[in-house]
C-alpha cells in the first residue's frame, strides 16, 4: 500500500483563481513569470491558461503545465509549448510538476524575449527554473479525500450526531426534518467506515447509511 493510499491526503496550492502566486526569474534579457493556482480538474485549469493568455496577451509565449489530480498522477495532465520549439517548455514544466509531491496545480510561464536565444538546452532550464522558483515558496493546504454518504435516523439521536461530527472530521451537507432526520454528509474517506460503525452504535442500529458518488 503507498503513503497516499494510507494518508488519503496530499498537498495542493492554497491559492484560488484571480489571486495566483506569482514568481519571476531573468534568464538573459528575457523575463519568466510564473503564475500558480490550484486547479481539481482539466476545466479549472484550461480557464487559468484562457485569463493569464488574456491577461499577458503581450508576452512572446505563455506556456502551461497543469497535474489536475492526486500527485504525479499523469492520468490528469496537460501542457503547451505555446510557440517555443517543441518539447522545450510545457513537458519539461511538467515533468516538475509530476514529481513536486503537489496535486492540482496548474502553472503557467509566461515569457517576454529579451533579444538573446537561449537554444533548446537553455529553453528547458529556463521554463523548469521558474516552475522551481514558484514551488519554493507556494503556500500549500491539505487536500483530505471524502466521500458523500446520507443518514436517516430518529430525531432522539440527532444531537448525538452532532457531536459525533467533529470526532470524525465530518462536516453536514444538507439536512431535512421530515418524519425522520435525513442529513447528506460528507465524510473523511479514511473515516467513513468507523463513522459508520459509531452511527450504528449511536441509533442501535436504527439508522439507514449509505455512501454516493459526489
Given at each position: 500500500m503507498t503513503e497516499l493510499s494510507e494518508k488519503r491526503s496530499y498537498p495542493v496550492p492554497a491559492v484560488l483563481p484571480r489571486d495566483e502566486h506569482r514568481t519571476e526569474i531573468h534568464v538573459r534579457r528575457s523575463r519568466f513569470l510564473a503564475s500558480c493556482v490550484r486547479a481539481p480538474d482539466a476545466a479549472s485549469a484550461r480557464?487559468?491558461?484562457?485569463?493569464?493568455?488574456?491577461?499577458?496577451?503581450?508576452?512572446?509565449?505563455?506556456?502551461?503545465?497543469?497535474?489536475a489530480g492526486s500527485p504525479g498522477d499523469a492520468g490528469h495532465t496537460g501542457s503547451s509549448d505555446d510557440g517555443e520549439p517543441r518539447g522545450t517548455a510545457g513537458r519539461p514544466m511538467l515533468n516538475v510538476l509530476l514529481h513536486s509531491g503537489i496535486g492540482e496545480i496548474c502553472i503557467?510561464?509566461?515569457?517576454?524575449?529579451?533579444?538573446?536565444?537561449?537554444?533548446?538546452?537553455?529553453?528547458?532550464?529556463?521554463?523548469?527554473?521558474?516552475?522551481?522558483?514558484?514551488?519554493?515558496?507556494?503556500?500549500?493546504?491539505?487536500?483530505?479525500?471524502?466521500?458523500?454518504?446520507?443518514?436517516?435516523?430518529?430525531?432522539?439521536?440527532?444531537?448525538?450526531?452532532?457531536?459525533?461530527?467533529?470526532?470524525?472530521?465530518?462536516?453536514i451537507i444538507t439536512q431535512e426534518r421530515l418524519e425522520e432526520a435525513e442529513l447528506r454528509l460528507e465524510v473523511p474517506e479514511d473515516r467513513c467506515a468507523a463513522f459508520e460503525r459509531a452511527l450504528g452504535d449511536l441509533a442501535k442500529g436504527a439508522v439507514l447509511f449509505r455512501k454516493f458518488p459526489k
Open positions: 480557464a487559468l491558461v484562457e485569463d493569464l493568455s488574456r491577461r499577458h496577451s503581450d508576452a512572446t509565449h505563455n506556456c502551461w503545465a497543469y497535474v503557467v510561464v509566461s515569457r517576454w524575449f529579451g533579444g538573446v536565444k537561449l537554444g533548446t538546452g537553455g529553453l528547458v532550464r529556463a521554463y523548469q527554473d521558474a516552475v522551481r522558483e514558484n514551488l519554493a515558496c507556494l503556500a500549500l493546504e491539505e487536500r483530505v479525500l471524502s466521500v458523500c454518504c446520507s443518514a436517516r435516523l430518529g430525531y432522539a439521536y440527532l444531537d448525538g450526531l452532532y457531536r459525533l461530527l467533529p470526532r470524525f472530521g465530518a462536516k
